[in-house]
């Protein structure tokens, strides 16, 4: 029987294995990490993360093909195919501070393979890394490899967060990277046959290490350029008194250009987008490649640009000052169907409005308190650490409620902020909020969710991304 294991059991490393082991009955799978707490939540009824179809996968192949334990250097030992889906934080010292991958996570579970291995093993990076990490890793294994032959593979991952399970059911594509040479060769075609369990041959992309690493870099940087673009246009619109909504349909009506991710947004987060072009841009630098590097930063000067935005739009709406004012936040998360808070935009849109003295009041479905504190307390890079060395719990912020329902964080607001596109969200009673809110009351639609038209016949004086503004807001224009 193959034996699989992967080191870490977040985001992806859970829902990837789950899948492989729902889909390759006779393949035993075992998911390691260090933190007992996640273990446990795997092991229980309350899975550590929120994912549509997860719970159903898991809870046909746990105990069966699929396990999750904290003993990591037994099932490493074991295992013939070990995947490594660790953190990968962003430098906040040294060289590269701010931009390159710290890879100390990396380098421990390499040299903890190293240590415990008595067969060969097929490596597979899973975690988004550099461009040559593979070779680095490759050198610690081979370094201190007692006679054992080691594979790295890079089978870098494409799934989306909200749409995981259906993304693994139903890829566009598989990449394997991988030597050329025939010990090369022979690792890619094991991980193949994994794959090839559900997924098309023609759909499973083979090619060497770099490019495997380069594309996951390169399509998270094409997929945030369009919203980026998108986002820039949403500012000219606003000044032009043209639709975002109705030029993404236009554009995207061109096959060539095509339809999915042109909504305009308060700004894209995610733990991928800005860390894999941060990573691209450090990567050009370092090979003297500096207007490259200049192209790609400015998707993510754009980004910024849009959060900040959006906050000058509401204080310089609200007479240039909400300090004491009551704000309510509506959705936290960086997109719906996740409770994943990770370069949530709302956490730089929260930050703005406390820095203005605001006092806000968070409602997200999937979000809890402890999390929206904790965002709001963190240095910016420090999410991506494990959990146990992540700072503690902070005390709770005087400026900052979190509650269990929209209407109540809407009550005696001066302004409600949409943040995250919830379903829910669309359907709430407005005039309901409306009545219980201060006078004038704001609506600040950063997902453009919401029906403009209607929300002004009830009375509120509306801005939502990229439309053409009302009056109010064309008198106090915000700079950015
Ligand atoms: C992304 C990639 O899509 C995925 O392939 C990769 O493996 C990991 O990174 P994810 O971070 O889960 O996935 O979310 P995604 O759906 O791509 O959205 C990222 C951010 O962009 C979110 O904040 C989302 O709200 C925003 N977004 C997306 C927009 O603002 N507009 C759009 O049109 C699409
Ligand atoms: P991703 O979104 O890439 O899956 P996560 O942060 O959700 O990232 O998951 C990474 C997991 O890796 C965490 O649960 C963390 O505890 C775990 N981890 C980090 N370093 C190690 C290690 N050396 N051994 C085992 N697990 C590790």
Redesign the pocket.
């Known amino acids: 029987m193959v034996k699989i294991c992967c080191i870490g059991a977040g985001y992806v490393g859970g829902p990837t294995m789950a899948v492989i082991a729902l889909k390759c009955p006779k393949i035993e799978v075992a998911v390691v990490d260090i933190s007992v707490s996640r273990i446990a939540a795997w092991n229980g009824d309350q899975l550590p993360i929120y994912e549509p179809g997860l719970e159903d996968v898991v809870t046909q192949c746990r105990g069966r093909n699929l396990f999750f334990s904290t003993d990591i250097e037994k099932h490493v030992a074991e295992a013939d195919i070990v995947f490594v889906s660790v953190n990968t934080p962003t430098k906040t010292q040294g060289l590269g501070a701010g931009k390159a991958a710290d890879l100390t996570y990396w380098e421990s579970a390499a040299r903890m393979i190293a240590n415990v291995s008595n067969s060969n093993k097929i490596v597979v990076e899973k975690s988004t890394v550099p461009v040559k990490t593979a070779e680095a890793i490759e050198k610690i294994l081979t370094h201190n490899s007692r006679e054992i032959k080691y594979q790295i593979l890079s089978n ?9 399970i259906q ?1 693994l059911f139903n890829p566009d594509r598989v990449l394997i990277g991988g030597r050329e040479t025939p010990e090369g060769q022979k690792a890619i075609q094991a991980l193949k046959d994994v794959y090839a369990h559900w997924v098309p041959e023609d759909r499973i992309i083979t090619t060497n290490l770099w490019s495997a690493e380069l594309s ?1 870099l390169a ?2 940087a094409f ?2 350029q ?2 980026s673009s ?2 820039a246009m949403s500012a000219l619109c606003e000044a032009t008194g043209a639709d975002v909504t109705q030029v993404s349909h236009a554009i995207g009506k061109d096959t060539r250009i095509g339809p ?14 800005q860390k894999d072009i941060l990573n691209l841009v450090y990567i050009c630098e370092c090979n003297g490649l500096t207007e490259v590097a200049n192209y790609w930063k400015q998707v993510i000067k754009v980004n910024d640009y849009q959060k900040n935005r959006f906050v000058n739009r509401i204080v310089s709406s609200m007479f240039n000052t909400v300090s004491g004012k009551k704000i309510a936040i509506l959705g936290f998360a ?2 719906k169907d ?1 409770g ?1 808070t990770r370069e ?2 709302a956490i730089d849109v929260c930050k703005g409005l406390l820095g203005d003295k605001a006092k806000l009041s968070i409602y997200d479905p999937q979000v809890t308190e402890d999390q929206i504190q904790r965002d709001l307390s963190m240095k910016k890079f420090d999410w991506d650490h494990p959990i146990h060395l992540q700072p503690m719990s902070p005390p709770a912020s005087k400026q900052v409620s979190v509650v269990w329902d929209a209407y109540q964080a809407a009550k005696d607001a001066h302004g409600v902020c949409i943040l ?2 919830w379903d829910e969200f669309k359907t709430l009673d407005y005039q309901k909020i409306f009545d219980n809110m201060r006078k004038p009351a704001y609506i600040f639609d950063g ?1 453009n969710i919401l029906d403009v038209e209607k929300l002004r016949e009830i009375g509120f004086i509306v801005y939502s991304i990229g439309k053409p503004l009302d009056p109010w807001h064309k008198d106090t224009l915000a700079v950015a």
Request: hydrophobic share 35%.
């Open positions: 870098p991952e494409f799934l989306a967060e909200g749409t995981a993304d996951k399509a998270n997929l945030a369009r919203i998108v986002n999915r991710f042109l909504n305009s947004s308060v700004g894209f987060g995610g733990s991928c987008f960086f997109k996740t994943d949530t935009p995250t596109e997902r």
